[in-house]
């Protein structure tokens, strides 16, 4: 399937989507196919598995329809698939209040097992915001993250940009809540 065919969004409703891209294996088999197609073969290579457990995970992202075979093609007698994700995002439901962000704890993962020198940019600020700073914080992060997506080069090494804008609870309320 051409990339212009490819849907924009994917989102995750079902029990057996949430449980196949709640596992970070298979989140970062996900982003080995973000950008191009790839076989069992170099998705074991990229994600540092065996073949046989990124074939499984495979399976299991397949069957769940976040990833779909792009195409195939005979070696030695044998036929190689190409997988590619099913849609250029993932949308995930809002795991409700007290719900862990799947996405976040994926990043964090991600972030711990990044190679320090190959560089990184992280940081956290405290801010005070009136309803409209934070609505228009929120657009303007967004928008620089499509702006950058839209840039994206596959021949380019892979890049991941996670933010996180929210109004944490505050102590007094946490105290209260433990009454």
């Known amino acids: 399937m051409p990339a212009d065919e490819v849907p924009e969004t994917f989102h995750v ?3 057996e989507q949430l449980r196949a891209v709640s596992n970070l294996a298979r989140h970062r088999i996900m982003s080995v196919l973000r950008f191009e197609p790839a076989t069992i073969t170099q998705i074991a290579t990229r994600v540092g598995l065996a073949k046989g457990s990124s074939s499984y995970h495979v399976r299991l992202l397949e069957r769940a329809g976040l990833v779909k075979v792009v195409r195939t093609r005979k070696v030695r007698g044998v036929t190689e698939r190409y997988y590619a994700m099913a849609a250029r995002s993932i949308v995930l439901p809002d795991p409700g209040e007290g719900g862990p962000d799947l996405l976040m704890r994926h ?13 990184r940019h992280v940081g956290m600020a405290h801010l005070r915001l009136t309803e409209e700073q934070f609505a228009e914080l929120g657009a303007r992060l967004e928008a620089l993250a499509d702006e950058y997506r839209e840039l994206s080069d596959p021949s380019l090494p892979d890049v991941s940009l996670v933010f996180a804008l929210f109004r944490p609870t505050s ?9």
């Open 13 to 15: 409703t079902t029990d």
């Open 171 to 179: 102590q007094v309320q946490a105290e209260g809540d433990d009454k």
């Open 107 to 119: 990043a964090v993962a991600d972030l711990e097992a990044a190679p320090r020198e190959a560089g």
